[in-house]
């Protein structure tokens, strides 16, 4: 029997990819574990291992094709065994055309069908998703065949009428489609299921900004570029020890408290924010926790990220204070329950001991699920990082899985 090779399911907010290149042809022998397709998604590109050992018999989808996570891509088996089955049911899958009215046509003047407009698949996928007429748009590809970037224009084009008020020449329409798509997405979400709650701590960072100017030539020389986010993932990693909820999940009406902790870093790309995730981090001294932020930041913004890369965090920090930015209410990862967020850092007039001095201020905010976490819990978590980032030296001297 055909082994079914699919495009696999990701774990992320990802449900669809793009086969770029078969690496392998109809009749080709493969081994297990062998590449036989490049995948390219709106975060990162991966390819697709053969299952198991024999020939490759049916490509179900050509290159260039958009296909959803979970389908079959292709077979695999003995050479000469019937696969025409598969074929039957992929053809049964495609749209029926639209239907012709019942009124007789000038078979020369027949509008064209969906089925009869030569298409990418990629486009037909992205006609499909914003809900527009393929037979409308204009095509640009070899023989008037529609491209994606054929839907793309139609779509920015589409919003430059019905309002008097607006001056279309003077617009720039941005398709919400692809990466951009995949956020909105997956923050709509998480807004519409957790119950959002942001607490916010005030923390002095001036111990941890004079201990980063003394040690970062060191560590620059070890190829480390030393920021604050490794310091204050660290601190996270006691804080979670102490209230284990806040690295937890709700699953199918239960609480899932994660014995691991995986940090998902959200990192700014050309293309929109990326989540890598750095894998058991409370096995992990400040040194680790920085040298493997250091290697997935650089993946993400090169589109190196492996799928493993992206997949299973149980905890997330977003660090826009590097853009200057103050104060936010972040919005859950989901099926996280917690995510970190800081502030920038500036030098502000405080009070110490009924005296005004100056010192290096942060916001450090927490947004929570408060179906899983209550507040008094989230606002212990915090404290218990801020008490941490404070006196910085202690999580430099922590070894790993301490």
């Not at 560590?219 to 937890?248: C, H």
Request: glycine share 8%; charged share 25%.
């Amino acid at each position: 029997m055909a082994i079914e090779v699919k495009l696999v399911s990701l774990g992320v907010s990802i449900t669809e990819g793009t086969i770029v290149r078969w690496l392998k042809k109809e009749g080709d022998l493969v081994e297990k574990g062998e590449a036989v397709a490049e995948v390219e998604t709106q975060k990162v590109d991966f390819e697709i291992y053969a299952p198991e050992s024999g020939t490759l018999l049916k490509v179900l989808f050509p290159e260039q094709t958009m296909v959803k996570v979970d389908t079959i891509i292709a077979l695999i088996g003995d050479l000469g065994e019937d696969v025409s089955i598969y074929s039957s049911k992929m053809a049964s899958k495609e749209e029926a055309p639209i239907k012709e009215p019942e009124a007789r046509v000038d078979i020369g003047k027949r509008p064209k069908t969906m089925t009869q407009t030569k298409a990418f698949p990629a486009a037909k996928m992205l006609a499909k998703k914003e809900g527009i007429d393929i037979t409308q748009v204009q095509g640009t590809g070899p023989e008037g065949q529609i491209t994606k970037d054929d839907v793309v224009r139609y779509v920015k084009d589409r919003g430059q009428s019905g309002d008097d008020d607006r001056i279309p020449e003077l617009e720039d329409i941005l398709p919400l489609v692809g990466i951009r798509k995949t956020i909105a997405d997956a923050m709509t979400a998480s807004v519409r299921t957790a119950a959002h709650v942001t607490t916010v701590a005030e923390v002095d960072m001036t111990e941890l900004v004079n201990l980063r100017s003394e040690i970062k030539s060191q560590w620059k020389g070890e190829g480390i570029n030393l920021t604050y986010v490794p310091f204050v993932i660290r601190a996270a990693v006691d804080g979670i020890n102490q209230f284990p909820i806040m690295n937890s999940q709700i699953d199918d009406g239960s609480i899932v408290i994660k014995k691991y902790i995986n940090f998902g870093v959200v990192v700014a790309t050309q293309g929109g924010l990326i989540n890598p995730v750095i894998k058991r981090v409370e096995k992990k001294n400040l040194k680790e926790i920085a040298k493997e932020l250091e290697r997935l930041t650089s993946h993400a913004r090169d589109r190196k990220l492996s799928l493993d890369d992206i997949r299973g965090g149980t905890m997330t920090i977003s660090n826009p204070g590097v853009f200057g930015a103050v104060l936010a209410t972040p919005i859950i990862y989901q099926p996280q329950s917690s995510i970190l967020w800081m502030g920038r850092i500036a030098k502000m007039p405080v009070v110490r001991d009924d005296t005004i001095v100056i010192r290096s201020m942060m916001y450090l905010c927490v947004s929570y699920d408060h179906r899983a976490v209550d507040g008094s819990t989230a606002a212990q978590f915090l404290q218990q990082i801020r008490k941490l980032l404070e006196s910085p030296r202690q999580l430099l001297n922590r070894e790993s899985g301490e």
